[in-house]
């Protein structure tokens, strides 16, 4: 029995978040909150005799993803024209780099349950968009508010060989698109695009065999599914000696299958040539320098970091850094605190209560109510003792509902706990003296009411007894029981 292999490669389309399209000064608006065709203009509508200009911001942004990727940025690329015809590309051809692009030969470093993968990265490509079409009974609606707006492609070498690899390239490559502030990663919004080109051969060959192409995964997770799906397909087909056929396929998520789109056209069906009315795209080695010294840290750098510099476990680092926003947000808390607050402790609560509060809120961290000087002065209240930790997750869905500080809700509600020894011993007192029953069976050996004590004890105290003085408190009460 031939045991098979994945081969999967992955293309990305991604929106650049310039001000203006990329060949003319029309805005790039959101496509899901805009009127239809608010931001169009004779160059991106198609009309004869415009001519297009190169935008130099999305030239820029493209040049920091190949930077990013440790792409060779090349000093001289070229526009071609790929032909073809549909109702939302109004020019009937597609501007696009073609044979001599931007960026050239990178990698990306994953990381999967099965160890570090470095997968190559063959090329990255500005081009245009195209409008959108709305398919209403029999006839269409076409909005070029997305037409023209710059579109990066990045395309993988077929070196991904399973699902889960495949998934890691591409959050990895998101990250890194969010981290230099050039796209929102927003899938939903159809921003970030995926397609996977996926094939299986007999492990240990390296031939490429047929392969098919999947189209509108629009989730990671409908990402991995499909390929998944295709991957059995695939082999089902090859052990009943069936041909592949190479096609474009959709991914119909709720039914769970890949659907045929039609079947693959090559380059030559494009009829590429190169753009007459566009000169070369020349890039200064000083010009990528620059940009290369403006470059943040990415997504990798800082998880490592983290890890370094904060003690923090690599699933912690790996949560916080996913979201540039979430990481500026920890860093910040961590500076505003003392030693007695650790990072690690700031980290756990980001990553459990606020996730949580944030998740069931559904708003990000930019838009919450408590900023991280605010999560740092409650975690140094919390660490004084002046709360105990039950307490301070109380006050911090206050301070999120309400804005207010953790101060101003622990004075108004008199949430001070109480860490006051006599206090707390009286407390005690009052506790065994209510209870000689519960006494009694402790005495003769039920050890496990010391926590039935302990209940009761906080109780009295309305929750706000320092659990580390009431337990040791409670333990020398109880072992004077004993010996008496
Ligand atoms: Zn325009
Ligand atoms: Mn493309």
Redesign the pocket.
């Known amino acids: 029995m031939i045991e098979y292999e994945p081969v999967i490669g992955l293309e990305v389309h991604a929106e650049l978040q310039t001000n203006s ?1 990329m060949f ?3 805005a790039v608006v959101d496509n899901t909150r805009s009127e239809p065709n608010v ?7 198609g009309m004869p005799g415009v001519l297009p200009v190169i935008n130099q911001q999305a030239v820029e942004m493209a040049i920091k993803v190949g930077l990013a990727l440790e792409c060779t940025i090349n000093p001289t690329s070229l526009f071609a024209r790929k032909n073809y015809f549909y109702p939302d590309l109004p020019k009937g051809y597609q501007i696009s780099q073609y044979e001599y692009p931007l960026a050239s030969n990178g990698v990306l470093r994953i990381h999967t349950s099965e160890g570090d993968r470095t997968i190559r990265v063959l090329r990255a490509h500005l081009e245009e968009d195209t409008g959108k079409l709305t398919h209403v009974d029999n006839y269409s609606l076409v909005d070029l508010n997305r037409a ?1 707006v710059p579109l990066l492609e990045i395309v993988s070498q077929p070196d991904m060989h399973s699902a889960e690899e495949a998934r890691a390239y591409g959050m990895e490559l998101r990250a890194i698109l969010r981290a230099l502030g050039v796209n929102s990663g927003d899938m939903e919004k159809g921003v970030i695009r995926f397609e996977a080109n996926v094939s299986v051969r007999p492990r240990g060959t390296d031939i490429l065999n047929t392969r098919v192409e999947i189209k509108n995964l629009n989730s990671f997770r409908a990402m991995e599914r499909a390929i998944i799906y295709q991957i059995e397909q695939q082999t089902l087909k090859y052990e009943r000696g069936e041909k592949i056929v190479q096609e474009t396929l959709g991914w119909d998520e709720s039914r769970g299958e890949t659907y045929s789109q039609r079947s693959k056209e090559e380059a030559h069906d494009y009829r590429y040539f190169p753009e007459p009315d566009l000169p070369p795209l020349i890039v200064e080695n000083a010009w990528v320098d620059q940009i290369r010294a403006s470059l943040p840290e990415l997504p990798k750098a800082r998880l490592q970091r983290f890890i370094d510099q904060y003690q923090l476990t690599p699933y912690d680092a790996a949560i916080l850094v996913q979201e540039a926003s979430v990481a500026d947000y920890f860093e910040a808390a961590v500076k505003a605190v003392d030693q007695q607050v650790t990072a690690r402790v700031i980290a756990l609560w980001i990553t459990g209560e606020l996730f949580s509060w944030m998740k069931q809120a559904a708003v990000e961290i930019e838009a919450i109510k408590v900023g991280p000087e605010s999560l740092a002065a409650l975690l140094q209240t919390t660490a004084r003792g002046d709360i105990n930790q039950n307490t301070a997750k109380n006050v911090l869905g206050k301070m999120l509902e309400s804005g207010r500080s953790a101060g101003d809700i622990i004075k108004a509600d008199g949430l001070m706990q109480i860490s006051d020894n006599d206090a707390i011993v009286q407390l005690i007192d009052r506790v065994i003296e209510a209870n000689p029953g519960e006494v009694a069976n402790y005495l003769a050996g039920k050890e496990t009411l010391a926590n039935w004590f302990f209940g009761q004890v906080m109780r009295q105290a309305g929750g706000k007894a320092n659990p580390q003085v009431v337990r040791a408190e409670l333990e020398r009460r109880l072992s004077a029981l004993k010996t008496s």
Do not use: D, Q, R
């Open positions: 399209k003319c000064s029309c931001a169009v203009c004779p160059v991106c509508a023209g």
